[in-house]
């Protein structure tokens, strides 16, 4: 599943692999964040992708598979990140409706994190795991919708900003993918910055990026996770 395969990457895009399971697990990190996520059936198109990744992006673009635990709450996310480092993600609140500048329509929903997060969650042998595997690439921009590199200081140096990306899913056999921004930073700035990221990438609605990004459409992680798992009950 390699969302690059059909684009040559510029050298200011990067590739970061899953090449090592260590874990500094004395550091644990909070990290709040703002976020709008859609979900699609089906293979990443790749016009979708050439759209998302041109070749003057600044980007990073990652494999990795994620161990998602089994739930049944679509406000608590826990998973094991590269499949060994655990983390806990829980919405802070319901979710809100939110209109992006190009019209487009999405559910917003603030989420914390814990990383790692052995001393929140409990594990034992009945818990039940999916494993995701997961085609990621990724832009992020600054309070101006200027774009800027991702590396492990940029956001530090930065302050606040939006990430943005474009994910290539494959779950069981069954391949979905999805576009997703996330805020960083004082919350109070959250929706602006949300706004500015997505009228830097989306542009106006005369792209079709108004008719496909829709609230019904719109979701986190876990409540995609269990409707995967309804519709799969449906089907047997």
């Known amino acids: 599943m390699d969302v690059t395969a059909t684009k040559a990457k510029p050298d200011r895009f ?10 500094d697990e004395m550091a644990v990190s909070i990290d709040e964040t703002t976020e709008l996520r859609w979900f699609f059936e089906g293979k990443l198109p790749t016009a979708v992708l050439d759209w998302f990744a041109p070749d003057d992006m600044i980007g990073l673009s ?21 499949g060994s480092k655990l983390e806990l993600k829980r919405r802070q609140g319901p979710p809100e409706s939110f209109v992006m500048p190009n ?30 595997e997961k085609a990621i690439v990724k832009r992020r921009f600054d309070a101006l919708g200027q774009e800027l590199p991702i590396t492990e200081t940029t956001r530090d140096a930065v302050g606040q900003g939006c990430d943005a990306e474009i994910v290539a899913v494959s779950i069981e056999g069954r391949s979905a993918w999805s576009v997703a921004f ?23 609605a005369s792209n079709g990026w108004k008719d496909r990004l829709t609230s ?9 996770l269990i409707s995967i798992r309804a519709d799969e009950g449906q089907n047997n």
Request: aromatic residues 8%.
């Open 14 to 23: 990067r590739t970061r692999s899953v090449i090592t399971n260590e874990v």
């Open 62 to 82: 990652e494999h990795r598979s994620d161990s998602y635990r089994i739930g049944d709450h679509v406000d608590v996310g826990v998973k094991r990140r590269f």
């Open 103 to 132: 019209g487009s329509c999405g559910q917003l929903e603030r989420w914390k994190r814990w990383s790692p997060a052995d001393e929140h969650v409990g594990i034992d042998e009945d818990t039940r795991w999916i494993d995701v």
């Open 182 to 204: 996330s805020a960083f930073g004082p919350h109070d700035t959250h929706q602006a910055l949300l706004r500015v990221a997505a009228d830097s990438l989306l542009g106006d």
């Open 216 to 224: 019904a459409m719109s979701c986190g992680y876990p409540e995609w």
